[in-house]
Protein backbone atom coordinates (compact mmCIF):
# COMPACT_ATOMS: atom_id res chain seq x y z
CA UNK A 1 0.00 0.00 0.00
CA UNK A 2 0.93 3.43 -0.17
CA UNK A 3 2.03 5.56 2.50
CA UNK A 4 4.28 8.72 3.55
CA UNK A 5 6.24 7.99 7.07
CA UNK A 6 7.10 11.18 8.59
CA UNK A 7 8.62 11.33 12.46
CA UNK A 8 5.65 11.68 15.32
CA UNK A 9 7.79 14.57 16.98
CA UNK A 10 10.69 16.58 16.80
CA UNK A 11 12.24 18.84 18.45
CA UNK A 12 14.93 21.85 18.26
CA UNK A 13 16.76 24.52 20.18
CA UNK A 14 15.71 27.90 19.58
CA UNK A 15 18.47 29.50 16.37
CA UNK A 16 19.06 25.70 15.50
CA UNK A 17 18.46 23.72 12.23
CA UNK A 18 15.83 20.84 12.12
CA UNK A 19 15.17 18.76 9.03
CA UNK A 20 11.61 17.49 8.93
CA UNK A 21 12.11 14.29 6.69
CA UNK A 22 8.77 12.12 4.70
CA UNK A 23 9.49 8.87 3.16
CA UNK A 24 7.68 7.00 0.66
CA UNK A 25 7.61 4.94 -2.51
CA UNK A 26 5.95 7.51 -4.21
CA UNK A 27 8.17 10.36 -3.76
CA UNK A 28 11.07 8.58 -6.31
CA UNK A 29 10.02 10.36 -8.75
CA UNK A 30 7.60 13.31 -7.23
CA UNK A 31 7.97 16.40 -5.53
CA UNK A 32 5.96 16.26 -2.58
CA UNK A 33 3.92 19.62 -0.81
CA UNK A 34 4.38 20.21 2.73
CA UNK A 35 2.16 22.14 5.36
CA UNK A 36 2.60 23.91 8.68
CA UNK A 37 -0.11 24.03 10.65
CA UNK A 38 -0.60 25.41 14.03
CA UNK A 39 -3.68 25.05 16.38
CA UNK A 40 -6.82 26.02 15.56
CA UNK A 41 -5.87 27.07 11.81
CA UNK A 42 -5.68 25.76 8.51
CA UNK A 43 -2.60 24.24 7.11
CA UNK A 44 -0.56 26.60 5.14
CA UNK A 45 2.11 25.60 1.99
CA UNK A 46 4.89 26.02 2.85
CA UNK A 47 7.23 23.92 0.01
CA UNK A 48 6.35 22.48 -2.87
CA UNK A 49 7.91 21.40 -6.22
CA UNK A 50 11.95 21.41 -6.38
CA UNK A 51 12.51 23.46 -3.19
CA UNK A 52 9.75 26.14 -3.96
CA UNK A 53 8.30 28.50 -1.47
CA UNK A 54 5.21 30.49 -1.93
CA UNK A 55 5.34 34.28 -0.91
CA UNK A 56 5.80 35.39 2.55
CA UNK A 57 7.45 31.45 3.57
CA UNK A 58 10.75 32.39 4.71
CA UNK A 59 13.99 31.36 2.73
CA UNK A 60 15.38 29.79 6.06
CA UNK A 61 13.11 26.85 5.25
CA UNK A 62 14.10 25.04 2.15
CA UNK A 63 13.05 21.52 1.06
CA UNK A 64 15.17 18.82 -0.67
CA UNK A 65 14.11 15.38 -2.14
CA UNK A 66 16.43 12.04 -2.91
CA UNK A 67 15.01 9.13 -3.93
CA UNK A 68 12.38 7.73 -1.35
CA UNK A 69 12.88 10.49 1.10
CA UNK A 70 12.31 14.36 1.62
CA UNK A 71 12.76 16.60 3.68
CA UNK A 72 11.86 20.04 5.06
CA UNK A 73 15.09 22.01 6.80
CA UNK A 74 14.33 24.87 8.83
CA UNK A 75 17.59 27.31 9.44
CA UNK A 76 17.45 28.96 12.84
CA UNK A 77 14.19 28.15 14.14
CA UNK A 78 11.96 30.93 15.64
CA UNK A 79 9.42 30.25 17.94
CA UNK A 80 6.81 30.73 15.38
CA UNK A 81 8.32 27.27 13.46
CA UNK A 82 6.39 26.18 16.40
CA UNK A 83 3.56 23.86 14.45
CA UNK A 84 2.83 20.54 13.09
CA UNK A 85 4.13 19.91 9.68
CA UNK A 86 2.60 17.21 6.73
CA UNK A 87 3.66 16.37 3.88
CA UNK A 88 1.86 14.93 0.63
CA UNK A 89 2.14 13.30 -2.48
CA UNK A 90 0.27 10.88 -4.74
CA UNK A 91 0.24 7.71 -3.69
CA UNK A 92 2.09 4.55 -6.26
CA UNK A 93 -0.86 4.47 -8.29
CA UNK A 94 -0.57 8.10 -9.42
CA UNK A 95 -4.44 9.20 -9.48
CA UNK A 96 -4.45 9.80 -5.57
CA UNK A 97 -3.05 11.77 -3.04
CA UNK A 98 -1.85 10.72 0.32
CA UNK A 99 -0.93 12.60 3.63
CA UNK A 100 1.80 11.81 5.78
CA UNK A 101 1.30 10.99 9.34
CA UNK A 102 2.02 14.53 10.69
CA UNK A 103 5.57 15.58 12.48
CA UNK A 104 4.61 18.03 15.61
CA UNK A 105 7.76 20.42 16.21
CA UNK A 106 8.48 21.58 19.40
CA UNK A 107 10.97 24.71 19.88
CA UNK A 108 12.96 24.92 22.77
CA UNK B 1 -6.05 36.86 -4.75
CA UNK B 2 -7.84 33.80 -4.74
CA UNK B 3 -10.06 32.83 -1.34
CA UNK B 4 -12.06 29.84 -0.53
CA UNK B 5 -14.78 28.99 1.88
CA UNK B 6 -16.79 26.82 2.90
CA UNK B 7 -20.50 25.99 4.15
CA UNK B 8 -22.31 23.56 5.35
CA UNK B 9 -24.38 22.16 8.09
CA UNK B 10 -22.34 21.37 10.93
CA UNK B 11 -23.98 18.50 12.61
CA UNK B 12 -25.32 15.29 11.28
CA UNK B 13 -26.79 12.38 12.42
CA UNK B 14 -25.41 8.89 11.67
CA UNK B 15 -27.00 7.14 8.17
CA UNK B 16 -27.50 10.86 7.42
CA UNK B 17 -25.49 12.61 3.94
CA UNK B 18 -22.72 15.37 4.52
CA UNK B 19 -23.33 18.01 1.81
CA UNK B 20 -20.81 20.96 1.88
CA UNK B 21 -19.59 23.70 -0.61
CA UNK B 22 -16.84 25.49 -1.24
CA UNK B 23 -17.35 28.81 -2.71
CA UNK B 24 -14.07 30.11 -4.48
CA UNK B 25 -13.91 34.35 -4.84
CA UNK B 26 -11.09 36.30 -6.24
CA UNK B 27 -10.52 34.50 -9.76
CA UNK B 28 -11.37 31.76 -11.64
CA UNK B 29 -12.12 28.04 -11.67
CA UNK B 30 -10.95 26.81 -14.65
CA UNK B 31 -7.96 24.87 -15.66
CA UNK B 32 -7.18 24.32 -12.07
CA UNK B 33 -8.30 21.15 -9.57
CA UNK B 34 -10.00 21.69 -6.52
CA UNK B 35 -9.68 19.01 -3.87
CA UNK B 36 -11.19 18.45 -0.49
CA UNK B 37 -9.04 17.06 2.50
CA UNK B 38 -10.54 16.57 6.06
CA UNK B 39 -8.94 15.98 9.81
CA UNK B 40 -10.35 14.30 12.61
CA UNK B 41 -10.31 15.87 15.98
CA UNK B 42 -6.94 15.36 17.43
CA UNK B 43 -5.95 13.42 14.40
CA UNK B 44 -4.15 14.52 10.89
CA UNK B 45 -4.93 15.18 7.49
CA UNK B 46 -6.65 12.60 4.77
CA UNK B 47 -7.53 13.33 1.21
CA UNK B 48 -10.92 13.07 0.11
CA UNK B 49 -11.03 13.42 -3.75
CA UNK B 50 -10.22 16.04 -6.07
CA UNK B 51 -11.92 17.30 -9.14
CA UNK B 52 -11.13 19.12 -12.26
CA UNK B 53 -12.53 22.37 -13.30
CA UNK B 54 -14.17 20.40 -16.48
CA UNK B 55 -15.80 17.47 -13.97
CA UNK B 56 -13.41 14.87 -14.29
CA UNK B 57 -12.91 13.58 -10.21
CA UNK B 58 -10.93 11.60 -8.57
CA UNK B 59 -11.98 9.75 -5.14
CA UNK B 60 -9.74 8.29 -1.83
CA UNK B 61 -10.14 4.90 -2.58
CA UNK B 62 -11.25 4.63 1.25
CA UNK B 63 -14.13 6.60 0.43
CA UNK B 64 -15.38 6.45 -2.98
CA UNK B 65 -18.22 4.30 -2.28
CA UNK B 66 -19.42 7.38 -0.64
CA UNK B 67 -18.50 10.13 -1.94
CA UNK B 68 -19.24 12.59 -4.70
CA UNK B 69 -17.58 15.94 -5.31
CA UNK B 70 -18.85 18.30 -8.31
CA UNK B 71 -18.46 21.44 -9.74
CA UNK B 72 -20.64 24.79 -10.90
CA UNK B 73 -18.34 26.67 -12.60
CA UNK B 74 -21.10 29.20 -13.34
CA UNK B 75 -21.01 29.89 -9.64
CA UNK B 76 -17.69 29.69 -8.69
CA UNK B 77 -18.45 26.37 -6.49
CA UNK B 78 -17.73 23.10 -5.92
CA UNK B 79 -19.51 20.75 -3.47
CA UNK B 80 -18.59 17.44 -1.51
CA UNK B 81 -21.44 15.05 -0.82
CA UNK B 82 -20.27 11.79 1.66
CA UNK B 83 -23.29 9.41 2.36
CA UNK B 84 -24.33 7.21 5.29
CA UNK B 85 -21.77 9.52 8.12
CA UNK B 86 -21.11 7.67 10.88
CA UNK B 87 -19.26 8.75 13.78
CA UNK B 88 -15.69 8.39 12.00
CA UNK B 89 -16.38 10.76 9.85
CA UNK B 90 -16.50 13.98 12.22
CA UNK B 91 -13.97 16.39 11.19
CA UNK B 92 -13.22 19.53 10.13
CA UNK B 93 -13.57 19.70 6.17
CA UNK B 94 -11.34 21.81 3.98
CA UNK B 95 -11.74 22.79 0.55
CA UNK B 96 -8.73 23.73 -1.40
CA UNK B 97 -7.51 24.74 -5.34
CA UNK B 98 -4.80 21.48 -6.13
CA UNK B 99 -2.24 22.34 -8.58
CA UNK B 100 -0.27 19.85 -10.78
CA UNK B 101 2.82 19.95 -12.56
CA UNK B 102 5.60 17.90 -14.72
CA UNK B 103 9.26 18.95 -14.32
CA UNK B 104 10.87 18.44 -17.83
CA UNK B 105 14.45 18.91 -16.51
CA UNK B 106 14.01 16.11 -13.70
CA UNK B 107 11.09 14.24 -15.13
CA UNK B 108 9.15 14.91 -11.50
CA UNK B 109 5.65 15.64 -10.73
CA UNK B 110 4.68 17.34 -8.47
CA UNK B 111 1.44 18.90 -6.86
CA UNK B 112 0.12 21.31 -3.93
CA UNK B 113 -2.98 22.74 -2.72
CA UNK B 114 -2.99 26.47 -1.84
CA UNK B 115 -4.74 27.98 -0.93
CA UNK B 116 -6.84 26.78 1.55
CA UNK B 117 -10.44 27.52 3.14
CA UNK B 118 -10.42 28.03 6.65
CA UNK B 119 -12.20 24.59 7.14
CA UNK B 120 -15.66 23.88 8.17
CA UNK B 121 -16.13 21.21 11.36
CA UNK B 122 -19.21 19.01 10.78
CA UNK B 123 -19.66 16.72 13.89
CA UNK B 124 -21.68 13.42 13.76
CA UNK B 125 -24.08 12.61 16.54
CA UNK B 126 -26.90 10.58 17.53
Known amino acids: SSELTQDPAVSVALGQTVRITCQGD??????PSWYRQKPGQAPVLVMY???KRPSGIPDRISGSSSRKTASLTITGAQAEDEADYYC???????????FGGGTKLTVL | QVQLQESGPGLLKPSETLSLTCTVS????????WTWIRQPPGKGLEWIGDIYSSGSANYNPSLKSRVTISVDTSKNQFSLKLNSVTVADTAVYYCARHHKNHDILTNYEAGWSDPWGQGTLVIVSS
Open chain 1, 88 to 98: NSRDNSGEHMI
Open chain 2, 26 to 33: GGSMYSYY
Open chain 1, 26 to 31: SLRNYY
Open chain 1, 49 to 51: GKN
